[in-house]
């Protein structure tokens, strides 16, 4: 069983909608979490980190994770059709989840 | 802008061949991983660094073999290269043990045929 697993998609909305992507992790040592976005034949890259505890906002995008259930969220707010992405949830020891892909349809 | 440069973006090679993938960072970064990505998989560790000529072994270090010579520059070696071996690998580095994010390369595509 992989330590973060994450359902690969994929996940359409359209534009100006509500993004929500989970993840789940299973190992209760893991304290921060990683997102990073990942464009087509691209590496990923960076986009938040967030501690096990509460929210962290960073402009359009709100990270949330949930100690009890080992709950990791990632909101994205007003959609764009450049949001369109794998998105990947990470934890600090680097074990990645399998990635969701989004599409954001104008 | 601080990069992670993955010297090649395609490699076709032939079963049993010595593959050798190279990574360069130039941000000074102590730590540095290689990863390879798959459909449903995700990324999965191969190896990282934490120093020069230091290694460890992450996940799925079957098969290959890495170097790190030079602070800036870490290798991934596949001795003899296998068609379960194609996939995308991705290089990365960090900058301290607290690991809060890593810079990705953009990646190698390597098909073994």
């Known amino acids: 069983q992989k330590e973060v697993e994450q359902d690969p998609g994929p996940l359409s909305v359209p534009e100006g909608a509500i993004v929500s992507l989970n993840c789940t992790y299973s190992?209760?040592?893991?304290?921060?979490f990683m997102w990073y976005r990942q464009y087509s034949r691209k590496g990923p890259e960076l986009l938040m980190y967030?501690?096990?505890?509460g929210n962290k906002e960073d402009g359009r995008f709100t990270a949330q994770v949930d100690k009890s259930s080992k709950y990791i969220s990632l909101f994205i707010r007003d959609s764009q059709p450049s949001d369109s992405a794998t998105y990947l949830c990470?934890?600090?020891?680097?074990?990645f989840g399998a990635g969701t892909q989004v599409v954001v349809t104008p | 802008d601080v990069k992670v440069t993955q010297s090649s973006r395609y490699l076709v090679k032939r079963t049993g061949e010595k593959v050798f993938l190279e990574c360069v960072q130039d941000?000074?970064?102590?730590?540095m991983f290689w990863y390879r990505q798959d459909p449903g998989l995700g990324l999965r560790l191969i190896y990282f660094?934490?120093?020069?000529?230091?290694?460890e072994k992450g996940d799925i270090p079957e098969g290959y073999s890495v170097s790190r010579e030079k602070k800036e520059r870490f290798s991934l070696i596949l001795e003899s290269a296998s068609t379960n071996q194609t996939s995308m690998y991705l290089c990365?580095?960090?900058?301290?043990?607290?690991?809060?994010?890593?810079?990705f390369g953009s990646g190698t595509r390597l098909t073994v045929v």
């Open positions: 941000m000074d970064h102590e730590n």
């Open positions: 190992n209760s040592a893991f304290q921060y």
């Open positions: 660094s934490y120093d020069v000529k230091m290694k």
């Open positions: 990365a580095s960090s900058q301290d043990r607290a690991n809060y994010g890593y810079t």
């Open positions: 967030t501690y096990s505890s």
């Open positions: 990470a934890s600090l020891q680097g074990q």
